[in-house]
């Protein structure tokens, strides 16, 4: 069974620091193009950030460019999401999943399989 699962959620301030982890069990995920997507209530599921599998190039949405780092570990078949920086409007849930290919989507959404999502609050 393929199953993503997410980790590193909670509550931070305003200018404070997370790192998501998302792991992967049943297949590899260097075979494939993970990506972090996030749902705020009452707002647009927004793609965030996203590793392609080949080249491992990273994309990006412009309202987290130059604060979030996605990265891969292939030894432990987990992808990180570093958040710097976080501001309220980063609150929501975030998934991590993939679309089963190698390359991502250019709206950085997902539309496959991805895990059940992990709370990160950004509050005072």
Partial sequence: QKDLVESGGGLVQ?????????A?????????AIGWFR???GKERE?????????????????????FTISRDNAK???YLQMDSLKPEDTAVYHCG???????????DIFGSYGQGIQVTVSS
């Fill in 14 to 22: 305003p200018g404070g620091s997370l790192r998501l982890s998302c």
């Fill in 24 to 32: 992967a069990s049943g297949f590899t995920l260097d075979s494939y």
């Fill in 39 to 41: 749902q705020a209530p």
């Fill in 47 to 67: 793609g965030v950030s996203c590793i392609s599998s080949s080249e491992n190039s990273t994309y990006y949405a412009d309202s987290v460019k130059g604060r």
């Fill in 77 to 79: 078949n987990t992808v």
């Fill in 98 to 108: 993939t679309d089963w290919r190698v390359r991502c989507r250019s709206t950085l």
